[in-house]
């Protein structure tokens, strides 16, 4: 994936696979490669990052600004 700054992600609504909801990533945590990914109620999850992204697992769903 490359992404000039790749802190523009944060905040953008992402469709998991084999969820039924959008989610929003949250993070990007560099040292241990994970992204967060939160859903409605609260819920966070983990993801690798970037082979999440790379394998299709998630996708991006850019909001225009």
């Given at each position: 994936?490359a992404?000039?700054?790749?802190?523009?992600?944060?905040?953008?609504?992402?469709?998991?696979?084999?969820?039924?909801?959008?989610?929003?990533?949250?993070?990007?945590?560099?040292?241990?490669d994970?992204v967060?990914?939160?859903?409605?109620?609260?819920r966070?999850?983990?993801?690798?990052?970037?082979?999440?992204?790379?394998?299709?697992y998630?996708?991006?769903?850019?909001?225009?600004?």
């Amino acid at each position: 994936m490359a992404w000039h700054d790749e802190s523009k992600i944060i905040g953008e609504r992402v469709s998991v696979k084999n969820e039924k909801e959008m989610g929003v990533i949250t993070r990007i945590d560099y040292e241990r490669d994970l992204v967060f990914v939160q859903f409605r109620r609260m819920r966070e999850e983990s993801y690798p990052y970037p082979e999440a992204f790379e394998q299709g697992y998630l996708t991006m769903k850019f909001s225009k600004r």
